[in-house]
C-alpha cells in the first residue's frame, strides 16, 4: 500500500506539472515531440497502476513505470526551449482532442506490445501459457479504437486549416499504416486464433511501426516535409 500510495503521487505530480505547464505557457503543451512524450508518460502510467488495481500484475506496473521513467529521462537528456508560439495551423479545436486520442492510443497500444514482449520472453524460457493474450487485445481494440477517433478528428482539424480532409502528407501517410498494421493484426488474431506467436511478434513489429510514425519519421529527409513538423 505504501508503494501504490506513493506511485500515485507520483503520477499526479507529473500531471499537476502538465497542468502547470499549460497555465504557464498559455496554450497546450501538446506542440512538440518532448510535450506529447510528457503526455505518453502520464498516460503510459496511469493505464499500468489501473490495470494493476483490476488484475494485480505486479510487472505490467513496474513495466509501465520503468517505461514512463524512460520518456521523461528522455525529456530530461534532450530539453526543449518552451515557448508561447502556437502555429495557425495548431489554431483549432481539433488540435487538442486529436493529440490527446492520439497520445492515449499510444499509452494503450505501448503497454499491449509490453504484454506480448513478456509473454514471447515466457515462451522463451518453455513457461508461456499466453494467458496474458486477452488483456493485451483488450488493450489493442481500445488503442485502435482511438486511432480511429484521431485520423478522424485529424481529418476535420486539415480540413479546417488547410482546406482538404486529407494530403497523403508522409506524417497522416504513416498513420494510416499504423492504423491498418493494428487492423491487421486484430483480423488475423481472430482469423488464426492459434497461431498465438505469430500475433504476439505481429504486436511487437505493430508497435515499431507506431513509434516510427510518431518520431522515427522526423530523422528522415522526408519528415521535414510535412506539415506536421513545428
Request: hydrophobic fraction near 55%.
Amino acid at each position: 500500500k505504501p508503494a501504490i500510495i506513493l506511485i500515485t503521487l507520483g503520477i499526479l505530480s507529473l500531471y499537476l506539472f502538465i497542468l502547470l505547464l499549460w497555465i504557464d505557457l498559455q496554450r497546450p503543451p501538446m506542440k512538440t515531440l518532448g510535450e506529447t512524450r510528457l503526455w505518453y508518460s502520464a498516460f503510459l502510467s496511469l493505464t499500468g497502476i489501473i490495470i494493476f488495481i483490476r488484475k494485480r500484475y505486479k510487472w505490467i506496473l513496474s513495466y509501465s513505470l520503468l517505461m514512463s521513467i524512460l520518456f521523461l529521462f528522455i525529456n530530461y537528456l534532450h530539453p526543449e526551449n518552451y515557448n508561447k508560439i502556437l502555429a495557425p495551423a495548431l489554431q483549432s479545436i481539433w488540435f487538442v482532442p486529436h493529440v490527446l486520442v492520439y497520445i492515449f492510443a499510444y499509452a494503450l497500444l505501448g503497454m499491449s506490445c509490453i504484454i506480448a514482449c513478456w509473454e514471447l520472453f515466457q515462451q522463451y524460457r518453455k513457461k508461456g501459457n499466453t494467458s496474458n493474450l486477452a488483456l493485451a487485445n483488450n488493450l489493442v481494440y481500445m488503442g485502435e479504437g482511438f486511432m480511429t477517433l484521431g485520423l478522424i478528428f485529424g481529418a476535420l482539424w486539415a480540413k479546417d486549416a488547410w482546406g482538404h480532409y486529407w494530403t497523403w502528407d508522409p506524417k497522416e501517410t504513416w498513420a494510416l499504416i499504423t492504423w491498418l498494421v493494428y487492423l491487421l493484426y486484430i483480423h488475423f488474431n481472430y482469423r488464426f486464433p492459434n497461431k498465438k506467436k505469430t500475433a504476439l511478434f505481429l504486436l511487437v513489429v505493430a508497435f515499431v511501426v507506431l513509434i516510427f510514425c510518431w518520431f522515427g519519421l522526423t530523422y528522415f529527409p522526408i519528415g521535414g516535409n510535412s506539415v506536421h513538423t513545428y
